[in-house]
Structure formats: C-alpha cells, structure tokens
C-alpha cells in the first residue's frame, strides 16, 4: 500500500485545551518517523492515528493511511482527525467510567452480590457459596471464562446461556486472574437493569454528550457526520480461515458499510443482555475525542468524577505474584478498576527508554490494535489507534523487544514519547 499524503494536527482550542510551546524536535522528524512505522513492511499498517499529551496539554497529533480502501469503483477515504475507530478492549475503561458515575450516584456498590442486580443468581456452580461482586468483574477475578462465548444477539438473555462452561472450576471469585471478555456483558447488563436504560444510550448520557464527543457503541446511532468517518478495520487476513497474506490484498473485517448501512437494534429487551453492544470492545471513538477522555481524567477540561472516585478506580486492585492469575504471556501483571498498569519495569514498560508509569487499557479486536496509556502524576500521555496489520502482529518475527507488545506498537509508543512528550521545549518565536 502507498500511504497517503500524512496530516498532522496541533490541537489549540476546545475541550482538547491549547497546546504548548513549540517542541524542540520538530514535528514533520516525528511525522516522518511514524509514517515509515505504518509503511514498514514487516508489519504494514493499514492506518494509523496517535495523540500525544504534555503536561496535560496536547502536544501532538497525526494520521496516516486509509480509512477506507476503495474497491468496485469506490475511492480511498484516508484518515483524518475526526476519524472514528471500534477502539477494541479500551471500550472496557469507558464503559467503567460510566459505571462508576452511577457508583457515585448509589445505584451500585462494588462489594454487593450482582445477582441483586440482574434479577437471576449469578454463581460459580463449583464455589456457589461465594458471590461475584462488580469488583471482580472489574479486576477479571470473577472465575467467569470465555471459553463458551461473550457475545449473543438481542434476542437471548444472560440468563438462559450462563452456565458451568463459563466458569473457572480450579479457583473461585477473587481468587485468580483471568482476562474475561464476559464479565463486560454482566456488567453493561447490570448497569441496565438499575437504570432502566439502553446500554449505548445510556453510555450517551453519563459520557458521550457531557464531554461532547462524536462516539457511540453502535454505528447505527452515530450522527451521520460521525458515521461517515468511521474507519474500517482491515487486515491482509481472511475473516473465517485466518490465513495471512502481507502480499495480498487487505480484507475489511468490520465497519465497512459502504454497501449496506449498519443494522438497527430495535427489538431488545433492556436488561437482558446487554452484549450486542459490546460493552467490552464496541466503542466507535477518534484519537482526538479519547484525547478529551484522557485529559478529563489528569483533571484537565471538564470533570465528571470526583477525585476520589477517580483515586479508587486507578488504584491497584490486583498484582501478579507468580501464581495468582493468567499473564498472558506476560501482558497482563498489575490491574485496577476496568484499568490495566504499566510499572515502569522491566517486561511492562511502555517506552524503550523508560521514565513512563502508566495505566489505562490496550485493544486488539478485528484488525484494530490500539492504547490508551497516561501517567497521572506527570500528565503525560499518549494514544495509539492502528486500523489494521498486514502480517500477523504476535508472529514471532513481529514480538517486541522489551515488553510483550508487538515490535510496530513498542516503536511507535518510544518514538511518540521521545517525539511529544520528552524533548526540551523552546519558546514559539524561536522555533
């Protein structure tokens, strides 16, 4: 693929908040830098879209690649700022940060039984004397497993399809870390049955319009502009046999609706099973708009979580000791509430050079492979959406260096921090 013409936006108004002095390295070096990443073909990348935070401050943005790549007769669409991509697992952070609006609200509590909530006992049927709370839904201790699926249509209920396939029978709730797709369904779902609303639409009212983001968790409800932006994942993949080709053509995987336009949801029973709208992984955002979200979080912008909640959301609920849950070939080793974290250490440091403490969640779903990664103390972060990978990105040849990201990501992760966020700043008259 021959990437298009690369744009670069430095955020100066609005929500995003005014960025800073001019960077000492000069912003086309690290446009170059990134868009040679994208068009490496080790590892090409159908498109790509990153912002950098200083400070608290936007210090960098850029896209690069295709949204959409024509076919039949229809034109490119490259990637702009306003793009939108199905963000994958960081959904899970977003959905947590409505959840713990209503925590703040006391339509919920961490440490109570969901089976109050969602109207049928939830339990593992090997440990039925211990329940499940929204905490270990949230920390991926719950003893839920994916193994018989996380995701059915509108007209099943969690009720008729949980069952002992889907629990852990060597160690009960609280006791082991599992990364659990799952556990977001229950938890979109309890958050339905005590509100009484939609679960993308009530995402709507407790984030998306306060912040006043162009987001949604299902495509047919995004404003048309919003739609009209939406990328599509791709990868040079076959969607059912999963045969790579980085010589072949790039297969869209989802999003593509250039055809036909995305299916309405009107026949679903609030309550139920809030899966169809992927609570887990659906949320259709740009880089810019998480931006908003990531500065909210440093205290920047408009608040709308006190800082005790965010304190008790952030903080470490769950740390790895060598037997006490699934690392996943070491991704996964500190966790808090619906956030992954990222010590500064060796194996889960996010940059080659070190100096970045982070939490905040990373995504990998259909092509897409994204982070959202900020360090509260310093201000500082960076995110990453990729719409798609030409070669298989944990294919051996493609592991990264230092940490258990893929190569492509851990490069573009260091080159974004020494690029936007560690350079000497120089006044905007010298530059």
Known sequence: MTMNRARRLLLG???????????????RRLDRELAAIAADPACELASLSVLAIRA?????????????????????????????????????????????????????SLDADVSGYLGFTLRNPHFPG??????????????????????????????????ARMFAANAGPGAYFTYCNLGWGVIGTVMERVTGERFDRLMRRLLIEPLGLQAGYLPSELPPKALANLATL??????????????????????????????????????????????????????????????????????LLKPATLSLMFSRQWTYDGRNGDTSDGLFHCWGLGNEQFPDETGTRLVESGG????????????????????????????????????????????????????????????????AIVPKLVPNNSA
């Open 56 to 108: 608290g401050q936007v210090s960098y943005a850029y896209q690069c690649g295709r949204r959409f790549i024509g076919h039949d007769g229809l034109p490119d669409k490259n990637v702009g700022p306003d793009t939108l991509f199905r963000i994958a697992s960081i959904s899970k952070m977003m959905t947590t940060l409505g959840l713990m609006r209503l925590l703040e609200d006391g339509k919920v």
């Open 356 to 419: 970045f403490p982070a939490v905040g969640h990373l995504g990998d779903a259909y092509g897409l492979m994204s982070v959202f990664a900020f360090d509260p103390k310093r201000r500082n972060g960076m995110i990453v959406l990729v719409g798609g990978t030409s070669t298989d990105p944990f294919a051996p040849v493609n592991k990264g260096k230092y940490s258990s990201l893929a190569r492509f990501q851990e490069r573009i992760l260091t080159a974004l921090y020494r690029g």
């Open 234 to 303: 791709y990868r040079k993949r076959t969607v059912d046999t999963e045969v790579w080709d980085a010589t072949g053509p790039w297969i869209a995987q989802v999003d593509d609706y250039s055809v036909k336009p995305p299916a309405v949801l009107d026949r679903y029973v609030i309550g139920t099973n809030a899966t169809p709208f992927s609570p887990t992984g659906g949320l259709r955002i740009s880089a810019r708009d998480m931006g908003i979200v990531m500065r909210m979080l440093m205290g920047q912008g408009m608040q």
């Open 13 to 27: 108004m609005g929500l995003l908040g005014a960025t800073g002095p001019l960077l000492a390295a000069p912003p």
């Open 130 to 163: 211990q329940s499940i709370t929204l905490r270990h839904l949230l920390t991926h201790t719950s003893s839920l497993r994916d193994d018989a699926g996380y995701s059915w249509g509108a007209d099943v209920a969690l009720k008729d399809v949980i069952d």
